[in-house]
């Protein structure tokens, strides 16, 4: 597909310089073409004079018969002469015109056009390093920008000017190297070390136009995985609450960027949280994201954190699953396990307490997850023996649930971690995790996370601390399992201090 031109002038060295090339060309041939017709008109004129020479032959014949059959003109003599001198000079001068003068006019066209392109050839070679700089820093910084409304995915977003004109391809081109000139007359930057990011004016998605932040970031959109009431609503409420606690003691600056107006109601559930009240459950079959800034201090770019929810019920349409490309982009997945979904653990639990109370999840995780694959194999055209570049965090949510501590909690990790000499606290805990699943027959839901994902980690939380009962919620592992899985995503955050170890 042909690319739309841009609002803004061509750089002279695109177009300018060729076009004064050619009229420059063009007006010294044009000029030599009609002094060749000037010459030989007059070379023409020169021609017809010759006539006179009849002049040369009647003197000829006086003189030779002594005045009989003739007469002696020495003025038509001289006339006669003078027309040879003139056809000899014009014919000299054509000569000249047309094969001298057009020889150094294209010698000197010819030595314009090289010293010209020699010039033409060092400006697109700095234009070259200019982009190919402009492009490694998004590549090596892993810039990019997903829209909260489309969830499609670019590197660089539409520049909306301040005339309102839009350019879709604000990089080094044709319309300038390091800045282009708007038809407006303003002068935009055109790469990020010259300040491209903090041009006056917005940036929009260029397939749906919803309004963005800037350019200059890190993009990690995170989907969070999860059957219908298994908590995801409040564990990412409470992730984002905890994480913005969390953030000084790590070095980084936290910011929040709200989407009020796709749904964005992450305010409105914290504030719900806060008085202990459980928020709504999402009834959207369209992702939502809920987007935050989480950057080291004093980095240029920043990391853009997305935790992208859908309803739960959505995995039980393939048809709804199917249009979240969100899903596509994605290279970190959080899997939301609710205990209670597993048949075997509920079913055993069903005489001790009041399962209501916690509001367990009916549908089963290796179903959801079965759901998810299938659904990533169709988006990126993969096989059912391919493994998807992606790093799963598995979290055990409500482990407020009696008996869950010291079945996976801290409590069995650390004693798993003293039976077995040399393990680390991460992998103690998957090994108690998914010692847990297979004694509640979940033997499936590992072999498809085993089998379609190269890279996972389990991990244990509790949205809530306990039931709704009026009491402030006392959030316990909600952060974690988002901090491992953004260490990973991002070169420019470090948390070993967590893991005890450099991801």
């Given at each position: 597909m042909a690319r739309q031109p841009q609002p803004a002038h061509i750089n002279y060295f695109f177009r300018g310089g060729y076009v004064e090339l050619g009229k420059t060309i063009k007006n010294a041939?044009?000029?030599?073409?009609?002094?060749?017709?000037?010459?030989?008109?007059?070379?023409?004129?020169?021609?017809?004079?010759?006539?006179?020479?009849?002049?040369?032959?009647?003197?000829?014949?006086a003189v030779i018969s002594f005045g009989e059959g003739g007469y002696f003109d020495l003025g038509d003599i001289f006339g006669a002469f003078w027309s040879v001198i003139k056809f000899c000079y014009y014919l000299v001068n054509?000569?000249?015109?047309?094969?001298?003068?057009?020889?150094?006019?294209?010698?000197?066209s010819a030595a314009h056009i090289i010293l010209l392109f020699a010039f033409f050839l060092i400006a697109y070679f700095f234009f070259a390093i200019v982009k190919l700089s402009d492009m490694l820093y998004c590549a090596l910084k892993k810039i990019s920008t997903s829209c909260p409304r489309c969830q499609h995915r670019y590197s660089l977003p539409t520049?909306?000017?301040?005339?309102g004109d839009k350019h879709s391809r604000l990089v080094p081109g044709?319309?300038?190297?390091?800045?282009?000139?708007?038809?407006?007359?303003?002068?935009?930057?055109?790469?990020?070390?010259?300040?491209?990011?903090?041009?006056?004016?917005?940036?929009?998605c260029p397939d749906c136009g919803y309004e963005?932040?800037?350019?200059?970031?890190?993009?990690?959109?995170?989907?969070?995985v999860g059957g219908p009431s298994s908590g995801k609503t409040c564990y990412i409420s409470m992730a984002i609450t905890e994480i913005e606690k969390a953030a000084p003691g790590h070095k980084l600056t936290f910011e929040y960027k709200e989407n009020v107006n796709l749904g964005?109601?992450?305010?409105?559930?914290?504030?719900?949280?806060?008085?202990?009240?459980?928020?709504?459950?999402?009834?959207?079959?369209?992702?939502?994201?809920?987007?935050?800034?989480?950057?080291?201090?004093?980095?240029?770019?920043?990391?853009?954190?997305?935790?992208?929810?859908?309803?739960?019920?959505?995995?039980?349409?393939?048809?709804?699953?199917?249009?979240?490309?969100?899903?596509?982009?994605?290279?970190?997945?959080?899997?939301?396990?609710?205990?209670l979904s597993l048949q075997q653990f509920r079913e055993n639990l069903s005489g001790e307490i009041e399962l209501s109370q916690y509001r367990g999840s009916q549908r089963s995780m290796d179903e959801v997850l079965d759901v998810l694959i299938?659904?990533?194999?169709?988006?990126?055209?993969?096989?059912?023996?391919?493994?998807?570049?992606?790093?799963?965090?598995i979290v055990f949510t409500k482990c407020d649930i009696p008996g869950i501590e010291e079945r996976i909690g801290d409590a069995a990790v650390k004693s798993y971690m003293a039976a077995h000499e040399g393990v680390d606290e991460m992998q103690a805990r998957n090994a108690v995790c998914e010692s847990f699943m297979r004694e509640n027959e979940e033997?499936?839901?590992?072999?498809?996370?085993?089998?379609?994902?190269?890279?996972?980690?389990?991990?244990?939380?509790?949205?809530?601390?306990?039931?709704?009962?009026?009491?402030?919620?006392?959030?316990?592992?909600?952060?974690?399992?988002?901090?491992?899985?953004?260490?990973?995503?991002?070169?420019?955050?470090?948390?070993?201090?967590?893991?005890?170890?450099?991801?």
């Amino acid at each position: 597909m042909a690319r739309q031109p841009q609002p803004a002038h061509i750089n002279y060295f695109f177009r300018g310089g060729y076009v004064e090339l050619g009229k420059t060309i063009k007006n010294a041939f044009g000029r030599c073409g009609r002094s060749i017709q000037n010459a030989a008109y007059s070379l023409g004129e020169a021609t017809s004079d010759l006539s006179s020479l009849s002049a040369i032959w009647d003197g000829f014949l006086a003189v030779i018969s002594f005045g009989e059959g003739g007469y002696f003109d020495l003025g038509d003599i001289f006339g006669a002469f003078w027309s040879v001198i003139k056809f000899c000079y014009y014919l000299v001068n054509l000569f000249c015109v047309a094969i001298v003068t057009t020889f150094v006019i294209a010698f000197f066209s010819a030595a314009h056009i090289i010293l010209l392109f020699a010039f033409f050839l060092i400006a697109y070679f700095f234009f070259a390093i200019v982009k190919l700089s402009d492009m490694l820093y998004c590549a090596l910084k892993k810039i990019s920008t997903s829209c909260p409304r489309c969830q499609h995915r670019y590197s660089l977003p539409t520049y909306v000017c301040q005339c309102g004109d839009k350019h879709s391809r604000l990089v080094p081109g044709k319309y300038g190297i390091f800045k282009r000139k708007c038809y407006c007359s303003r002068k935009l930057k055109t790469t990020f070390f010259n300040g491209r990011h903090k041009l006056a004016g917005k940036w929009i998605c260029p397939d749906c136009g919803y309004e963005l932040g800037g350019p200059l970031q890190v993009d990690i959109p995170i989907p969070v995985v999860g059957g219908p009431s298994s908590g995801k609503t409040c564990y990412i409420s409470m992730a984002i609450t905890e994480i913005e606690k969390a953030a000084p003691g790590h070095k980084l600056t936290f910011e929040y960027k709200e989407n009020v107006n796709l749904g964005d109601d992450y305010q409105r559930n914290k504030a719900t949280m806060d008085r202990g009240i459980v928020p709504s459950k999402t009834t959207d079959f369209r992702m939502r994201y809920y987007q935050f800034y989480l950057t080291p201090r004093k980095n240029r770019v920043r990391n853009l954190i997305s935790l992208c929810d859908v309803a739960g019920e959505t995995y039980e349409h393939n048809d709804e699953i199917g249009k979240q490309i969100g899903y596509k982009n994605a290279k970190s997945f959080l899997l939301i396990l609710d205990p209670l979904s597993l048949q075997q653990f509920r079913e055993n639990l069903s005489g001790e307490i009041e399962l209501s109370q916690y509001r367990g999840s009916q549908r089963s995780m290796d179903e959801v997850l079965d759901v998810l694959i299938r659904t990533l194999e169709n988006m990126h055209s993969a096989s059912a023996s391919d493994k998807f570049k992606a790093d799963v965090a598995i979290v055990f949510t409500k482990c407020d649930i009696p008996g869950i501590e010291e079945r996976i909690g801290d409590a069995a990790v650390k004693s798993y971690m003293a039976a077995h000499e040399g393990v680390d606290e991460m992998q103690a805990r998957n090994a108690v995790c998914e010692s847990f699943m297979r004694e509640n027959e979940e033997d499936n839901f590992l072999n498809m996370l085993k089998h379609k994902f190269g890279s996972y980690q389990f991990f244990t939380s509790s949205a809530l601390g306990h039931v709704e009962n009026g009491e402030n919620f006392a959030p316990v592992g909600v952060a974690e399992p988002v901090l491992w899985l953004i260490d990973k995503a991002s070169s420019s955050i470090n948390l070993k201090n967590l893991w005890g170890k450099k991801l």
